[in-house]
């Protein structure tokens, strides 16, 4: 002890550390208790749905938003698509090391592939196992880097209350600066007064600086201190304060799999593929006679309905178990930096790493078994 | 008062729905390090096997999760 | 469906996407890996195909150099056994040569020595006769005539030399 406090440059060391573990605890949610809390801010509203980031255009099947995950789906596509070109036009039989990261990564796969599926039918399930995991592994580990959840435009209380099905709903500060009538004002709060209002009032609103009219922010600590809620903005009619801006942050980025289309999209195309396979090996009456199979009486037949069933339970649970885990995650670090900002989200960062990893690994190991199972009839299957 | 009964339903749903899981993947680990010990040549099998299975146990916490995720923001 | 976030839109784009990522992937980097990996695993197999055969050849080719050592270590020293029979059968008929030489050497010598002997004893008789003629003439004075006298000397000393012998 005495030799870390005398040398001059441990002892700064560990002053600073002390010095961010006081301003953590006391700058945090827990100093605030206390009239500190200069980092506090307010939990910034957790949505379940992935947000618009700018707008689409119609399709029959509805309107098609530029999301923040199909943003972040797209990076975590272009990161994988140059990695896999640069290893392509330097593919060389003594690898360098991006080739041998790889390498390593394909090669435990492989072998993982020939010893659940057997040696001819690894090579078929490989790609498709191998793709899974490292597009989920991309996009989770990318979810976690900073900028992700943090940067984004302000979405001002129209468009919230939209979410929140108050569709008629406008914003008093807009209505003031355009025609500054009165009448259309009870009109807006009747059209949400009617069925939403008491749950609209409630909503809460965070006020950001308004830096010349340009609707984006980025979190920081602190930066959420102030907060109000819809029916206190009814109140003040909009008029927060000079260069101040009431509204939602709508980040950029956002961890792909938070999204259940995402996870929801892997699920299916990995259970139509595994499914395939089934019918391409074992032709169509082989698989399907496992799912509606009058052999064995009414007690197999209800069997295989309840098999066709877990099929279907198969891909919920695929999907749930991945967007459940990020969406967590997520939740877990933006708590943690609203308790304690700066070291309170340093072992959880460590945390989603793993977690990440895992669930790369279990969406890709469950497909594969999957796909063995599928592959295999079931008069096979008794005699093992 | 609604809001404040959803909150305690969305607590309570995955409180208790984690409980099972919980126990699960105790049991499951447990069991897997006995084997680890009696066969520590199968450890990568071992491994292997134990991951898998806690993903099924820890589907059922992640429906616990995802009613109570639906409860609260839905 | 909505509230979850599930929309058909983004589904549908989420598949789209990640079926692309998928497509290519597949093309781009695990066709040419995943060969190059076979690749390489069939040149390993073969390279060590070839040590392992190249070090039987070694050892058979070891055991053949050693095999031909032996032959030509036997070679040798059957070489020096015959070498040395050969001087040895040299030696003893030069030996036997040379003693067969001393022996006739020393018999033709012997016999010289007997004639040489026999000739000096012959001479010597001869003398002694004349010798003993002479002195029986010179003491009787011719009493006998010679071919008496040598009658009667020769009887005697034939019957000295019988008695020599």
């Known amino acids: ?384 | 008062m609604e809001g404040d009964i959803m909150n305690v339903g969305a607590g309570l749903a995955i409180g208790l729905g984690a409980i099972g899981p919980g126990i699960g993947i105790g049991m499951l680990a447990s069991k897997a390090m006995e084997a680890l010990g009696r066969n520590p040549e199968a450890g990568a099998q071992i491994q292997q096997n134990m991951i898998l299975a806690i993903a099924f146990t820890e589907a059922i916490a992640i429906y616990a999760l995802v009613v109570a995720i639906i409860i609260k923001f839905v | ?165």
């Open chain 3, 1 to 165: 469906m909505g509230d979850l976030g599930i929309n058909l839109p983004g589904l549908i784009t989420q598949i789209i996407s990640f079926v692309i990522l998928f497509v290519i992937l597949s093309k781009v980097l695990y066709k040419p890996l995943v060969a190059m990996l076979d690749q390489r695993a069939e040149k390993i197999t073969a390279g060590l195909e070839a040590a392992e055969r190249a070090k039987e050849e070694a050892a058979k080719s070891e055991e053949s150099i050693q095999e031909q050592l032996q032959e030509a270590r036997t070679e040798g020293q059957k070489l020096v056994t015959q070498a040395r029979e050969t001087a040895d059968r040299f030696r003893e008929e030069e030996m036997a040569k040379v003693k067969e030489e001393l022996e006739a050497e020393r018999v033709r010598a012997e016999s010289n020595i007997q004639r040489e002997r026999d000739a000096a004893i012959e001479e010597l008789r001869k003398e002694f006769a004349g010798l003993a003629i002479t002195a029986a003439e010179k003491v009787v004075k011719t009493s006998l005539d010679e071919e008496g006298h040598r009658a009667l000397i020769d009887g005697v000393l034939n019957d000295e030399g019988s008695r020599n012998n």
């Open chain 1, 1 to 384: 002890m005495s030799k870390i406090l005398g040398s001059p440059r441990s002892l700064a060391i560990l002053i600073i550390c002390l010095g961010v573990v006081a301003a953590s605890v006391l700058g945090g949610a827990l100093g605030s208790a206390f009239g500190l809390g200069f980092f506090a801010s307010s939990l910034p509203a957790i949505q379940l749905p992935a947000e618009k980031v700018t707008d689409g255009f119609d399709t029959p099947v509805g309107k098609w938003d530029v999301m923040n995950t199909m943003i972040t789906t797209w990076l975590a596509m272009l990161v994988l698509i140059l990695i896999s070109l640069r290893i392509r036009s330097k593919l060389n039989d003594v690898p360098g090391r991006l080739q041998s990261l790889f390498e390593v990564a394909m090669e435990f796969f492989l072998s993982l592939c020939e010893q659940i599926a057997g040696k001819e039918k690894a090579r078929k399930f490989f790609p498709l196992v191998f793709t899974i995991f490292i597009f989920i592994i991309v996009a989770n580990w990318m979810g976690i880097l900073p900028g992700f959840g943090t940067v984004g435009r302000i979405a001002g209380p129209e468009e919230i209350a939209h979410h929140h099905d108050a569709h008629g709903y406008h914003d008093p500060a807009l209505e003031d600066s355009s025609h500054g009538s009165k009448e259309s004002k009870p009109k807006a709060h009747g059209a949400h007064g009617d069925d939403h209002g008491s749950h609209l009032d409630s909503v809460k609103l965070h006020v950001f600086q308004d830096y010349e009219g340009i609707p984006i922010a980025a979190l920081s600590p602190g930066s959420l201190q102030e907060e109000l809620t819809f029916a206190e903005y009814e109140e003040k009619h909009g008029d927060i304060g000079a260069g101040k801006r009431a509204g939602h942050l709508v980040p950029f980025l956002r961890s792909a799999n938070t999204d259940l289309n995402m996870s929801l999209a892997i699920a299916l195309v990995a259970m139509i593929m595994v499914h395939f396979w089934g019918f391409s090996i074992l032709g169509f009456l082989g698989h399907a006679g496992k799912f509606i199979s009058f052999k064995s009486g009414p007690i197999g037949f209800f069997v295989g309905i309840l098999e066709l069933i877990s099929e279907f339970g198969r891909v919920i649970s695929f999907t749930f178990r991945l967007f459940g885990n990020i969406f967590a995650g997520e939740v877990l670090l933006m708590a943690m930096a609203f308790l304690l900002p700066f070291i309170g989200i340093l072992p959880f960062l460590g945390l989603e790493l793993f977690v990440g990893l895992i669930q790369a690994f279990v969406f890709s190991m469950l497909t594969l078994v999957f796909a063995a199972m599928a592959s295999v009839s079931h008069d096979d299957g008794d005699h093992h």
